[in-house]
């Protein structure tokens, strides 16, 4: 079974910059599509960007386009370069994967069927 491991969490000031990245436990494990989804307490998980496997493109939440970019490397890790932090941003961030290709929208966390375990984001003002 494979498993996902985030890492580069961290404290930040709002304007600043933060970068996660997430590794497969199976270096040649290549699931259909990515992503990268948030969620704080007392609310549901979000999808924040995701990105298909062989593109070099990624699909955005609104609220992260044009400070957020997705991107994934040849040794198939994952990478979320986050910019311009708000407060808003604060959140677990959650690494995911599906693995078969059975489709759905990247962004709806039901469509995926490989979970890290979070790596917390904290952007103080």
């Known amino acids: 079974q494979v498993r996902l491991v985030e890492s580069g969490g961290g404290s930040v000031q709002a304007g600043g910059s933060l970068k996660l990245s997430c590794t497969a436990s199976?270096?040649?494990?290549?699931?259909?599509?990515m992503g990268w989804f948030r969620q704080t307490p007392g609310k549901e998980r979000e999808g924040v960007a995701c990105?298909?496997?062989?593109?070099?493109?990624g699909y955005y939440a609104e609220s992260v386009k044009g400070r957020f970019t997705i991107s994934r490397d040849s040794a198939n890790t994952l990478y979320l370069q986050m910019n311009s932090l708000k407060p808003a941003d604060t959140a677990m961030y959650y690494c995911?994967?599906?693995?078969?290709?059975?489709?759905?929208?990247?962004?709806?966390?039901?469509?995926?069927?490989?979970w890290g375990q979070g790596t917390q984001v904290t952007v103080s003002s």
């Open positions: 995911a994967a599906q693995s078969r290709g059975s489709g759905g929208s990247c962004m709806r966390e039901d469509n995926f069927d490989v």
């Open positions: 199976i270096s040649t494990y290549r699931p259909y599509y």
């Open positions: 990105i298909y496997r062989d593109a070099n493109d």
